[in-house]
């Protein structure tokens, strides 16, 4: 009787490992994804720092379309959604990203609209769409590293 249990337990442990397997393999998201998540917002901060506020409301108005799509498109071809935040170890890098978002957006729009430099406007818009193209790329890797893992 315990040998059965002992067997039907490594089966499910398998079952779930091929389930993860699986779903690792699916989650990989298109080569333009983060880049394009990258443009989105670097150009809401080059506009929430250089342009006038109804200029920022329809940037920001593209902005939220431009992510709900690419959420869409990226659940609608994988079938999963899986929430940066909650990710286990592959979270780090949007908890990275969200740092970088938190130093380049305020500095962007201060120096932007009080000190007039648009220099930086520039940096801080360059910064994020690398940082968002790196970054995600870097989390989808260990997400799926992670998946692969022992369940």
Sequence with gaps: ?????????????????????????????????????????????????????????????????????????????????????RSGRASRWAWLLLAAYAVCVPAAIITGRLASTEWAAWLAAVVLFAATAVAGSRFNEALQTQLRGAP
């Design 1 to 85: 009787m315990e040998n059965q249990s002992g067997n039907e337990a490594r089966e499910a442990l398998s079952a779930i490992g091929d389930a993860r397997a699986a779903a690792a393999e699916r989650l990989v998201a298109p080569w333009w994804y983060y880049p394009v998540l990258g443009l989105l917002a670097a150009g809401a901060v080059l506009m929430a720092s250089l342009g006038n506020v109804f200029v920022f409301l329809g940037t920001l108005w593209v902005f939220t379309v431009g992510l709900g799509v690419l959420m869409g498109l990226h659940r609608e071809r994988t079938g999963l959604w899986i929430p940066a935040f």
